[in-house]
């Protein structure tokens, strides 16, 4: 039997999504002023929504603002309230964004508020989204008391240091890692982005790999043409992400019709206002809303993702701008990340090396492509992504993962059908990874 038609006779999970899921409106309002803008953790967050939803999964959600630490946001104080968006039922949590308090504070709010809900309202799997550890063990709790599956989505390594970190931060941060850690052995399962991310952090859990969802907002149409030919960049504006290599790259391109155009934001915004001065040609940083960028990305000559690959973290991560790239229908330059999966390389354009000449030579020879082959490679990187990497598709693995983690059953296999029950766990019994179908082409 098809596993399709395996999945859709099963009772479909019942699901409560703690993370950061914020309606659109809400978090441009407590963002404001924040030193950080989490698009994408909001985009894939709200696309894993639409995958349950669309696979029958019905989901509530237990939600706190993704605010910077007081004083990189200004705001302490934030209260609790329900919420209702795309049909979705939320509570948001409340919190004192102080540095410690927060995190005792959010694993109250979450202990008390996710009781409630999953007394008023039972589910059978409590999905955590991120590493954030007062959140990974409220699930916890929460899973003992409740009797729910805890499901963490790694979408990053945890304690990864930031810029402006002093000393006693970073040391919090190891032993926060190390929270994580026990947190994750404990866990029923683990969603992440790539497979290392799995591996080194929940050695031993069953897995599905799942390294983004293709949702781009609906009803967008390409920017009104104009005489220049734009090279477009979205994501955090910091060196981590190679963002000053794509400048670099870009002034050794000397054609006057090109422009550079870059979304977002980060420590390298005043930097690259100076860069702008200097050259007419690059675009001042600029911050917009999804439904306005995604009109930009349709209409740019290329899309770029300069991220260096020699950083300690890159194996562990998979670039989600790559599908928002790739859903605009527009070619797309990349570095060779290793979090890429290997389908899609015959839909992206590959930087030699990370340096600024391997970028420039990739978005150059983009450039001197006869005119209809841009086109082509732009639609069938858009056909790709809609048709493997949709809600829909996605949803499908997902809901088939969360099923068998609370079936006993063995191994998903890569056609998606069920193997034989692992040996019940006694000294020497091997403990397989659970893995899901990867989608089909």
């Not at 979450?110 to 989204?129: F, K, W």
């Amino acid at each position: 039997m098809p596993a399709g038609d395996a999945c859709d006779r099963e009772v479909p999970p019942r699901v409560v999504l703690l993370g950061f899921t914020l309606p659109d409106e809400s978090l441009d309002r407590v963002m404001a002023g924040d030193a950080v803008h989490s698009t994408q953790t909001h985009a894939f967050a709200w696309g894993l929504v639409r995958a349950l939803c669309d696979a029958g999964c019905p989901v509530r959600l237990l939600s706190a603002a993704p605010v910077s630490t007081y004083p990189r946001n200004p705001r302490i104080r934030y209260r609790s309230a329900p919420f209702r968006h795309a049909g979705v039922d939320g509570q948001l949590l409340g919190f004192v964004n102080l540095l410690g308090l927060k995190h005792l504070t959010r694993f109250g709010a979450a202990c008390r508020r996710g009781s409630r809900m999953l007394r008023e309202q039972p589910a059978d799997v409590l999905l955590v989204h991120g590493v954030h550890t007062p959140f990974l063990w409220a699930g916890l709790v929460l899973g003992r008391l409740r009797g729910v599956r805890v499901v963490p989505v790694l979408t990053d390594p945890p304690g990864v240091p930031l810029p402006h970190e002093g000393r006693l931060v970073r040391l919090l941060r190891s032993v926060d890692v190390a929270l994580v850690r026990a947190a994750l052995r404990r866990c029923a399962g683990v969603v992440a982005l790539t497979g290392p991310l799995a591996e080194d952090f929940a050695p031993g859990r069953p897995r599905l790999v799942l390294e983004g969802i293709c949702a781009p907002p609906v009803g967008v149409r390409p920017r009104v043409a104009v005489a220049v030919r734009q090279i477009v960049y979205a994501g955090g504006l910091s060196r981590a992400y190679g963002v000053d290599r794509l400048v670099e790259a870009f002034r050794g391109l000397p054609a006057p019709d090109l422009r550079l155009c870059v979304f977002g934001r980060g420590e390298l915004e005043g930097w690259l206002h100076e860069q702008a001065a200097l050259d007419p040609r690059v675009a001042p940083p600029r911050l917009l809303d999804r439904g306005d960028l995604a009109g930009w990305l349709a209409g740019a000559a290329v899309l770029v993702n300069p991220r260096p690959v020699d950083q300690h973290f890159v194996p562990y991560s998979f670039p989600s701008k790559l599908i928002e790239y790739l859903s605009a229908g527009v070619p797309v330059v990349t570095t060779r990340l290793p979090g890429i999966p290997a389908d899609y390389d015959p839909h992206l354009v590959y930087a030699d090396d990370d340096s600024a000449a391997g970028l420039r030579d990739a978005i150059r020879r983009v450039l001197e492509l006869p005119p209809a082959t841009p086109a082509a490679l732009g639609a069938a990187g858009r056909a790709f992504v809609a048709e493997t990497r949709s809600p829909a598709a996605q949803g499908r693995r997902l809901r088939a993962f969360l099923g068998v983690l609370g079936s006993a059953a063995g191994r998903i296999d890569a056609g998606g059908h069920r193997g034989a029950r692992q040996p019940a766990g006694g000294r020497g019994a091997e403990r397989q990874p659970l893995t899901a179908p990867e989608p089909r082409p």
